[in-house]
Each structure stands twice: as C-alpha cells, then as structure tokens.
C-alpha cells in the first residue's frame, strides 16, 4: 500500500482542496448539504475571522499517491484553556475515506501540532471552538443537516474511536413537527403566571444590530456559563457572527426578554436556509460571473417552511421564572402561526442539560439526532 503523507494546507491551491475534499466523501449521500465555498472561505480566513485575535489553528492534507484522501484543522485557544484551567487543544473539519490508516496519519499531523504548543489532551470534532460548528453525528443520517449543524458519514464514529479517542459529551437535537399541542401546553401555563411575570418580551431591533447582539451576548455568556465546553464568545467574535446571520434573522425570529430595561434572556430562531442551500450542488453561487446559483437559492429560500431554534438562553438569577417557557411561546406564535413555518430543529441541547431535555419532551419535540464530542490525551 502506498505511503500516506500528510502536509499542511498553506498555499492557495491546497486550501481550496482542503474546501472542496467534501464533495468526494458525500457524492452519493443524499442527505449531505454542500457548504457554500464562500462562507468556508470566510471562516478559514486568518486575516479576517476573530477567532485568530486570540487563538491558532492548522489545517492538513492527506495524500496518497498524490491523491487527497483526508483532511482535518487543529485548533489551540487559550480563552477556553485559561477558563475551564485545562491544557486541552481541538480537532475539526474531519474528513476521511473508510480507511483507518488515513484517520490515524491525519490525527498524528494535528496531534503534533497541538504538542507544539505544550498541550497535552485534543477533543472534537470543534470548528475552534464550541462556539462554532461541532460534534459528530452519531444517529440520524437519514435527515439533512440543519443551518449551522454537521453532517457525515456513519463510519466517522469508527475511524475516530479507531485512534484512541473515547465519548466526551453527547448532544442531542430535538425535532418539533407540530406546534398546535405545544402552543396549547404553552398558553396554559401562560395564563398562571401571567400575573407573577415582569418580563417584556419583545423583538429584536435589527436595525440597531450591534447594540441587540451586546444584549444577546450578555445573557449568553451568563446563560452557559456552567455548561460543558462553554468559551465566551469574544465582542469581535459574536459581532461576527451577528453580521454573518444579519441577512437571515428576522425581527420575529429573535426575541429578547427584559426586565426593568435589562436583558434577561432571548431565543434566536432562524430559517433553515439549508433547505435552500442544498439544491446548489457545487455550493457556489455564480457560474461563469452569472448569478445562476444565487437565483436557485433565492427561488427555494421562498419555499422554506422549517427553522432552527439555535439558541435560548435564560440569565441565571431569573431562571424557574418562566421566561424560557414564555419565549418559546411568542416564537411559536410569531414565527409557526402567524409566518406559516410547519416544523423545526431545536439543537444542540447538552445530555445533562435535563431541564431543556424534559421541557422539549413535554411540548412534544421528538429527539432525532445525537452528536458527540471525543476526546483523548496526546500521548495516547
């Protein structure tokens, strides 16, 4: 068997493989939701995303007889290792073909990089951090992936465990396919504490997005502050990401509770544009300088019917107040009953986070999908 050689993507040509090896792993997986090639260069952009004001990544390139079979980022930051005083760095964006050999060289490249740096335990699948986009899949293929979750292939599981790494943390993804018995369930609890609630539920003002997104991040970073693989997002960071979803977050869409003027929690809902993304095959939005794509997207996104609850989160000191449950409740109002969206995704919701589990149980969500967080020391 040839030698397999692993090398770091550095020049232009190899990190646009490193963007495009996808395509080979998921062409006949009918389930699989093609990046868009210019929002992966975004993310990868050293120059512009603000992950690298604070921490590092790498990314590599498996070959075999100068074919590409693999690829995989490691990532080092410091906020995490200071916060939770661990000594802990991340692999990401696996990809691989069915063969261990390739899964091992890939993980002796990023594990050499992250000893370079005097750490001495690596987890993931994390995109940087757990800001971003992480986890494996562990069941529910069959379903594609929703807007800013992963999707990949089931032998994934067995090419990573293959390298040493054990189960970390599991997270699952709850799908809502009708909203009339958990708005039912939500109105009656509505009317017993209505007289006890001091919160103002109102939209977001996006037309002020930087001073709603610095009410957002201050409960955020309150809300998971206790949560398993919590990092703060940095002011840069979740600017950032503000901007990135600006131009698909609607005002009814994302919510934020406030009590006397401060906030006290929200919920960000948004389209599942992957819907839309989907049908362009070469995740590209112009073709020969003519906008063929983005006429595609634009046509499905008009037909999307579904959305992702990504986030909800309630400020410690105002939690079992039911906030949460009252913010639920306008989401389902503002966006299912008066915008017409059937169903949705309410995702990534840790596996000790009982509270949530039990609460999205009772409304009648239904758990679908489990990802999983690996991890493993470096001298393994």
């Known amino acids: 068997m040839p030698k397999i050689g692993v090398t770091e993507a550095i020049s232009p040509a190899d990190r ?14 009918p389930a699989w939701v093609p990046p868009l090639i210019i929002e992966r260069k975004a993310f990868l952009d050293r120059k ?5 004001e604070h921490g590092d990544a790498a990314l590599f390139l498996a070959r075999r007889s100068g074919e590409i079979v693999g690829r995989i980022m490691a990532s080092d930051d ?14 990401g964006l696996f990809e ?21 740096r005097g750490r001495e335990e690596v987890m993931g699948p994390i995109d940087y951090s757990t800001n971003y986009m992480c986890g494996l899949l562990i069941d529910g293929f069959a379903h594609p992936p929703t807007i800013l979750t992963s999707h990949n292939p ?6 990573i465990e293959s390298c040493g790494f054990a189960r970390a943390k599991d997270f699952f993804a709850w799908w809502l396919a009708d909203w009339r018995d958990a708005r039912a369930l939500l109105h009656r609890f509505a009317e017993r504490i209505t007289k ?11 037309s002020k997005i930087g001073e709603e997104a610095a009410r957002i991040r201050e409960v955020y970073n309150a809300a998971w502050r206790n949560n398993w693989g919590f990092v703060p997002f940095t002011p840069s960071e979740f600017d950032f990401m503000a901007k990135e979803l600006k131009p698909i977050v609607e005002p009814d869409f994302t919510l934020i509770a406030e009590i006397e003027g401060k906030p006290a929690g929200f919920i960000l809902c948004v389209p599942d544009i992957n819907v839309a993304i989907r049908h362009l095959k070469d995740g590209r939005l112009t073709r020969f300088g003519l906008p063929i794509g983005l006429a595609k997207f634009l046509y499905h996104r008009r037909r999307i019917k579904t959305v992702r609850l990504v986030a909800l989160g309630v400020a410690p000191d105002h939690r079992r107040h039911g906030i949460a449950e009252m913010l639920v409740l306008r989401a389902i109002e503002s966006v299912m009953v008066r915008r017409g969206f059937t169903s949705g995704e309410c995702s990534l919701v840790l596996e000790d986070n009982h509270l949530m589990n039990r609460f999205l149980a009772a409304i009648g969500a239904a758990k679908y999908k489990t990802y999983r967080i690996y991890q493993r020391r470096l001298d393994d």
Do not use: E, M
């Open 16 to 29: 646009s493989a490193f963007i495009t090896f996808p395509w080979r792993i998921y062409a006949n997986d």
């Open 96 to 116: 691989s073909i069915d063969d261990p050999d390739v899964a091992a060289a890939l993980f002796r490249a990023a594990s050499g990089w992250l000893r370079a």
């Open 196 to 206: 006890r609630q001091k919160a103002i539920i109102r939209s977001a003002d996006l």
């Open 154 to 159: 089931p032998f994934y599981a067995a090419l």
């Open 48 to 52: 512009k995303h603000p992950f690298f």
């Open 78 to 91: 410091p906020n995490y290792n200071a916060l939770h005083q661990t000594n802990v760095g991340c692999f």
